[in-house]
């Protein structure tokens, strides 16, 4: 079974600055995937950002970054330029399958807080 | 709009009582997924259907728990018997041929 640990219950920081919420997990598989959705206050979660274990070059969305660490097992995002609207509750997720055919395996979320 | 909707949104039930809510996916996506969410942690996985067939189950599914999608457009999961442990976020996600995951609003359900 798949476990993912998000240390970081909560983080606050002021708008502009850069941040970056840490993820570890632990998996047997050799192929698989990595997840960070964000879930705004009252409001459904949306997916920021996807990496395949597969692929060695970090997955990047415009102010969104990941550093995929697979021999560490580590999986951080990296949000530059912070935005009062990234105010949100994140969570790292994991899947075999990309997604598709499992259900998606998350942690316990880092509660992140923009300030103005 | 054309996302995942949920219906109820919210859902107060005493206990002992059944409770069934409704998922309504993305109309092209032909998988669907049933998450349960508690305060203060992340989605839990219960199960998924790849068009009406039910692929998955979780152990958190007990036999409380039942989810169909009959025709392979919406679904629905019931749970019978309530219990004040089942109080939660139940959410729904569909996804298509590019496997992401799409989630609905939830529905919050409170048992008395």
């Known amino acids: 079974a798949q476990t993912v640990t998000q240390s970081q219950p909560e983080m606050s920081v002021q708008e502009a600055e850069t941040v970056t919420l840490s993820c570890t997990y632990d998996?047997?598989?050799?192929?698989?995937?990595l997840f960070w959705y964000k879930q705004p206050p009252s409001r459904q979660m949306i997916l920021v950002i996807r990496q395949e274990a597969y692929k060695q070059q970090n997955a990047t969305e415009n102010r969104f970054s990941v550093n995929f660490q697979k021999a560490a097992k580590s999986f951080s995002l990296k949000i530059s330029d912070s935005q009062l609207g990234d105010t949100a509750m994140y969570f790292c997720?994991?899947?075999?399958?990309?997604?598709?055919?499992?259900?998606?395996?998350f942690g316990k979320g880092t509660h992140l807080i923009i300030q103005p | 709009d054309t996302g995942v909707s949920q219906d109820p949104r919210h859902k107060i039930t005493k206990r002992g009582q059944n409770v069934t809510f409704r998922c309504d996916p993305i109309s092209e996506h032909n998988r669907l997924y049933w998450y349960r969410q508690t305060l203060g942690q992340g989605p839990e996985f219960l199960t998924y259907f790849q068009n009406e067939a039910q692929l998955e189950k979780s152990r958190l599914l007990s036999d409380r728990f039942s989810a169909e999608r009959p025709k392979g457009s919406f679904s629905t999961l019931e749970i019978q018997r309530t219990e004040q442990g089942d109080s939660a976020m139940y959410l729904c996600a569909s996804s298509g041929i590019n496997n992401e995951q799409f989630f609905g609003p939830g529905t919050r359900l409170t048992v008395l």
């Open positions: 997720a994991f899947s075999r399958t990309g997604g598709g055919a499992d259900g998606l395996t």
């Open positions: 998996t047997s598989e050799n192929n698989y995937y």
